[in-house]
């Protein structure tokens, strides 16, 4: 059985910064589409950041530029380096492994709350 363990978040004023991680146990890990999601409260979990098990990305919209997304395979983590933090983007975000095979599952951490306030 897959574990995905978060860790990073926190509180962060405006304009600060905070790096995600996500780390899986298994060895599954290199061969899994990973992926940050978020969900603020009232509103549906969003695709933040995503990236394939060959290192390709793709952000939402409302991140480009301010978010990144990257992945150490050799210690089976996936980070999301957050910049310029913003108050709409206080949410819980959770690490998600996407399997490559419709038949294999998917994986999910159970969250960490980003709050961004003064």
């Known amino acids: 059985q897959v574990q995905l363990v978060e860790s990073g978040g926190g509180l962060v004023q405006p304009g600060g910064s905070l790096r995600l991680s996500c780390a899986a146990s298994g060895r599954i890990f290199s061969v899994y589409a990973a992926g940050w999601y978020r969900q603020a409260p009232g509103k549906q979990r969003e695709l933040v950041a995503g990236?394939?098990?060959?290192?390709?990305?793709n952000y939402a919209d409302s991140v480009k530029g301010r978010f990144t997304i990257s992945r150490d395979n050799a210690k089976n983590t996936v980070y999301l380096q957050m910049n310029s933090l913003a108050p709409e983007d206080t949410a819980v975000y959770y690490c998600?492994?996407?399997?490559?095979?419709?038949?294999?599952?998917?994986?999910w951490g159970q969250g960490t709350q980003v709050t961004v306030s003064s």
């Open positions: 998600n492994l996407h399997p490559p095979l419709r038949d294999l599952p998917e994986y």
């Open positions: 990236i394939s098990s060959g290192g390709s990305t």
